[in-house]
């Protein structure tokens, strides 16, 4: 059955100009995935303006790149990056090893594939001519647009960017009483655990529960235990914990705020912050200081005193390695500290790799067996974490030391089916107050 409405339709230009350049986004539909409409009509707009363009010169570089831009801007919202870091593109490929996840080299696949089938169309597409295959292009536009909200629509409220000025305030650090120096002058350890989300769901909140929510702490420390709101990426949560603020460190003036390295550091605390990875990703050798940060340990540094090497996506230290090396520096401190540790290994995707352990993972056994793999990968590496830190706060040795342990964002799963295993506005905070 024909429909009147799509008589004279611009099939091919559709092709050329709306299909290839967001080929990757289409076929994550059924997966899942950010919802990319206000992108997806942005795109097409522009889109339908480039494909007017006389120079089949232009037209076929604006197709060869539209469909890298797109999986930019699209990585980018998995993330919960803002358009503001997106020149973090060229570090991303430099530091990070994204073609070792199969997710990735399969997404550059396409993105390939679609770059060269936007090379080979742009002299084949023909040019809308009239005000019909205007329209039709036009509604061809918002057509798509419309599918992504409906496919993403489960998981749209999981996605969550920096809230607009005045949004309600909270962080771990304030919910446990930790925003300023105590009289007692203990030393505080705050760990900020890469993808540590809120599980909805029974059985993996019994797994969250068994590392987070361990008894044998109880003989040592006065546990508390919540949640609290999380918006944007890993440096916004650092930043929502440090600071006190929902912000992106590129557009922060440092000078304005009063963030709690630099109020530890006043009342007499050596303070260090500890990362796995270089320290030139997301900028953290040029704006930690500005935190008050006395001391920065990156991936070779801590390599250096001893930490094993991870692989993965994201190699680096070994979160593992990490806590005997801040056991250390707290039983050989002379005065008290401030240290802040922000994890690795835990970064999506977590891949099946011999070095980080992560390969045939069964953790969690039933719980898990029925989820997708990176799901157990993902559990084992905040496991490894859970244990790694018990031992170090048992540890006899070890002078009174306060511990919070606090999420940055939920898991950012492609799998719709993953995702919504986690609730997607709160992360969990743990609180191990020494006792006397």
């Given amino acids: 059955m024909k429909l009147p409405v799509l008589h004279g339709f ?118 809308l001519s009239g005000l019909r295959h205007w329209a039709l292009a036009l509604l061809a536009v ?49 760990v900020l655990v890469e993808a540590l989300g809120l599980p909805t769901n029974p059985r993996e909140r019994a797994l969250f529960e068994a590392d987070w929510n361990r008894p044998e702490w109880r003989g040592r420390y006065d546990v508390t235990r919540g949640s609290v709101p999380y918006h944007g990426s890993t440096t916004a949560g650092e930043l929502r914990e440090l600071c006190g603020v929902w912000a992106d460190y590129r557009v922060t003036d440092f000078d304005k705020i009063d963030c709690l390295p630099e109020r530890y550091a006043r009342a007499g605390y050596r303070t260090e912050a500890l990362h796995g990875f270089d320290g030139s ?43 005997p090396l801040l056991a250390q520096r707290l039983r050989t401190a002379k005065a008290p500290q401030l240290l802040y540790w922000v994890t690795l290994n835990s970064h999506l995707p977590v891949l099946a790799d011999r070095a980080l352990g992560t390969d045939n993972c069964t953790f969690g056994g039933a719980a898990l067996a029925d989820g997708p793999p990176m799901l157990c990968r993902l559990f084992l590496t905040h496991h490894r974490v859970s244990e790694a830190l018990t031992h170090m706060a048992l540890d006899p040795a070890l002078p009174p030391t306060d511990i919070l342990i606090v999420g940055d964002h939920m898991p950012p799963f492609f799998q719709r089916d993953a995702r919504v295993k986690f609730d997607g506005a709160r992360v969990p905070w743990v609180l191990l107050k020494a006792r006397n």
């Fill in 10 to 127: 611009p099939w091919l230009w559709a092709l050329a100009w709306l299909v290839v350049p967001n080929l990757a986004v289409i076929l994550m539909w059924p997966v899942g995935g950010p919802p990319m409409g206000r992108y997806l009509l942005g795109f097409g707009l522009f889109a339908l303006a480039a494909s007017l363009l006389p120079w089949l010169g232009a037209r076929r570089a604006v197709l060869t790149l539209l469909p890298l831009a797109m999986a930019t801007v699209y990585v980018g919202a998995v993330f919960n990056i803002t358009l503001y870091n997106y020149e973090l593109l060229l570090p991303f490929l430099r530091e990070v090893r994204p073609l070792r996840s199969p997710e990735y080299a399969l997404g550059a696949l396409v993105v390939a594939g679609a770059m060269a089938a936007g090379w080979w169309l742009a002299p084949r597409s023909p040019r």
């Fill in 142 to 190: 918002l057509g798509m647009t419309n599918i992504d909200n409906i496919a993403t629509a489960r998981t749209a409220g999981s996605y969550v960017g920096l809230p607009q000025a005045g949004a309600p305030f909270d962080s771990a650090i304030r919910a446990a009483g930790l925003d300023q120096p105590g009289p007692r002058r203990r030393h505080l350890v705050v």
């Fill in 281 to 323: 990703f997301f900028e953290r050798t040029q704006w930690w200081p500005k935190l008050g940060f006395q001391h920065r340990a990156f991936g070779a540094d801590l390599r250096a005193e001893g930490a094993q090497g991870c692989g993965g996506v994201f190699p680096g230290a070994c979160d593992a390695s990490v806590p």
